[in-house]
């Protein structure tokens, strides 16, 4: 089975989290449960990290995926990056969506600042922790072994998209709002145009920061946290804006930091499993 989980790790993670993520589904579809508690589906993409790292059989493989929640010490600017640039996307989105015609921009009509920091919290712990110990923390090390930071960004974010899938499906997700607004084939390439391109960020963030899920947790939290406190007063023209700006801020980070890496001083972080593992099945 370790063999399995070292050969296919990103489809294997996409498959357990899809599957720990319907748990919820029938009772939230029946009315069991309110569409809210279709947020413990977050949780599935890192139980499925933790438990695909344990089933790996490298030695110390849950400690390391769980010690990168503690990295916080990746420099001051990826602090201020993570909390504040969401934020600095989301308002040029309300100002350049004026120009394609998208209401006239008016911040006095956002809520006080101080909404945003609870927000913030819950949602780093459960979009960001929840999720990111699977997508980035388990996925990204091991992909990177065999594929350049690129490839792997487009893979992982492939499949983080589609994990999304039944949400366009629920009333009272914002899968479901884009579906009413733009009808299902376009609001799911428009998802796909958001989540995937942002896998390259993701990475680029990841790799930088000596593959720290802390910092990737945040900024989970920090881009949903923006996105909802900015979208408070606005139509859809905004949302697609701040879609297409975020496409374009993965793009340049390619340009800027190189496909093999995305990073000009580190080299993609990369978890050696290889020799671990044949030593553990000789071992056994």
């Known amino acids: ?34 569409s809210g508690f279709m947020q413990l589906s977050a949780l599935s993409a890192s139980a499925a990290g933790i438990i695909l790292a344990a089933v790996e059989r490298r030695k110390g493989g849950v400690k390391e995926l769980l010690r990168r929640a503690l990295i916080w010490r990746v420099g001051f600017g990826w602090w201020l990056f993570v909390l504040l640039f969401p934020g600095i996307v989301s308002i040029a989105a ?22 945003l920091f609870p927000t913030l919290i819950f949602l780093t712990i459960f979009a960001g922790f929840g999720e990111e110990f699977g997508w980035r923390g388990f996925a990204i090390p091991r992909l990177q072994k065999r594929y ?25 997700t914002g899968q479901y709002l884009f579906v009413q607004e733009l009808g299902f084939l376009t609001a799911y390439l428009v998802y796909a145009l958001l989540v995937i391109p942002l896998g390259v960020t993701l990475s680029w963030i990841f790799n930088n ?11 989970h939290g ?5 996105t909802g406190y900015s979208n408070a007063s606005v139509d859809m023209s905004v949302v697609l804006t701040g879609i ?4 374009i801020v993965s793009i340049v980070v390619i340009f800027l930091f190189g496909a093999k ?24």
């Open 209 to 219: 920061t000596r593959g720290s899920v802390l910092i990737i947790a945040v900024f």
């Open 1 to 34: 089975m370790s063999n399995i989980v070292k050969k296919n790790p990103a489809l294997l993670l996409f498959v357990l989290t899809l599957v720990l993520a319907m748990i919820p589904l029938p009772l939230v579809i029946t009315g069991l449960l309110p």
């Open 148 to 172: 350049n930071a690129l490839i792997t960004s487009l893979i992982i974010g492939t499949f983080h998209f589609l994990w999304h899938t039944p949400l366009f499906f629920i009333e009272g």
């Open 222 to 226: 920090s881009l949903n946290a923006w």
């Open 261 to 284: 890496n995305l990073s000009r001083k580190h080299e993609r972080n990369v978890l050696e499993l290889e020799a671990e593992l044949a030593d553990d099945n000789q071992k056994s």
């Open 94 to 115: 309300m100002y350049i969506a004026t120009f394609f015609g998208g209401p006239k921009a008016d911040l006095s009509l956002l809520p006080p600042i101080y909404n």
């Open 244 to 247: 297409v700006l975020w496409t």
